[in-house]
């Protein structure tokens, strides 16, 4: 397929990278000037990448960004022909995903909401989940894409509700995460050896996903961003604002959102999100590590 993929960040580079590999002719952009993927043609803007195009991806930091790409200047609405297909794979607020894709199709073109779950290390691999909204027989004619670029993908309703569906996903893993670097600290400040907590916690119900993945960055003190602070603060604000639109009321998370506030604060934004741990290991005069830290 001729494809425009536009937004070459942490995700989104080794996501097009994969395109490429699979046979695809892809033409990629960016904000940031000087990036490009080997393989794919550099276009001057969006609405150069996507002329031409069957699909155009786009995997960008938020709303905002989004109703950049599509309808700024020299955006992708400049080169949308009937019979195209949109996919973003950012996240972004459902209700503006809506009211995009009302956009979009009044020139004839389809729009698929299709966040996905992973790490920078999935996108690079290939084995992304995909939570995607949109019309089934679209999504269909999508597969090869997904495929090349994930494990497996997970429509779960029309246009939006894959957007509202990795919100509910990131609400659960802000929450669980915080509840274990809460259990770690506490731990320390009581003097247990938080690796030999560990096989107590991994043999438990409270081992999670979450967890697997993230003990072991944890207990070596390494908060590389594979998904930063700053990124799972603003899908935060996002699950807030989404649930005051229908009236919800999400008190762990509000207290949650204030802890990424003061990280934040405290010059932690570029990290990935686990370095919310360092705020309450400031708070309570401790630090965690492993042997190995």
């Known amino acids: 397929m001729r494809i425009a993929f536009l937004g070459l960040g942490i995700m989104g580079r080794p996501m097009a990278a994969n395109l490429v590999k699979a046979g695809h002719e892809v033409s990629v952009w960016s904000r940031t000037a000087g ?28 709303t905002k960004a989004v109703e950049s790409v599509l309808f700024g200047p020299q955006g992708v609405e ?29 020139r004839g073109v389809r729009y698929v909401d299709a966040p996905m779950t992973g790490s920078k290390v999935a996108a ?13 027989a679209v999504i ?23 957007q509202s569906a ?21 731990a320390t400040k009581l003097g247990v050896d938080v690796e030999k907590l560990m096989p107590v916690i991994q043999a438990s119900m409270i081992r999670s996903g ?11 003190r390494d908060f590389t961003p594979n998904f930063p602070l700053r990124l799972m603060h603003k899908d935060i604000r996002l699950t807030l604002e989404a649930a005051k639109e229908v009236r919800v009321k999400l008190p762990a998370l509000e207290t949650v959102e204030e802890i990424y506030e003061m990280a934040s604060e405290d010059g932690h934004q570029d990290l990935d999100y686990a370095a919310t741990l360092t705020l309450l290991e400031k708070w309570a005069g401790v630090e965690v590590k492993g042997a190995s830290a």
Not at 40 to 58: F, H, I, L
């Open 78 to 106: 400049e080169s949308l022909a009937e019979g195209m297909t949109v996919v973003d794979s950012s996240t972004i607020s459902p209700s503006a995903t809506r009211k995009f894709a009302e956009r979009v199709a009044a």
């Open 124 to 136: 690079e691999a290939g084995t992304l989940i995909f939570i995607v909204g949109g019309d089934e």
């Open 166 to 186: 990795k919100l509910v996903m990131n609400l659960q893993i802000a929450l669980i995460y915080e509840g274990f670097a809460e259990g770690l600290t506490l």
């Open 210 to 220: 979450v967890v697997d993945y993230k003990a072991p960055f944890v207990l070596k």
């Open 35 to 62: 990036k490009a993927v080997d393989g794919a043609r550099s276009a001057t803007s969006p609405a150069d990448a996507a002329r031409g195009a069957e699909v155009v991806w786009m995997c960008v930091s938020d």
């Open 140 to 162: 269909e004619s999508l597969k090869p894409l997904f495929a090349a670029m994930g494990k497996v993908f997970f429509r779960i309703g029309e246009t939006g509700k894959g």
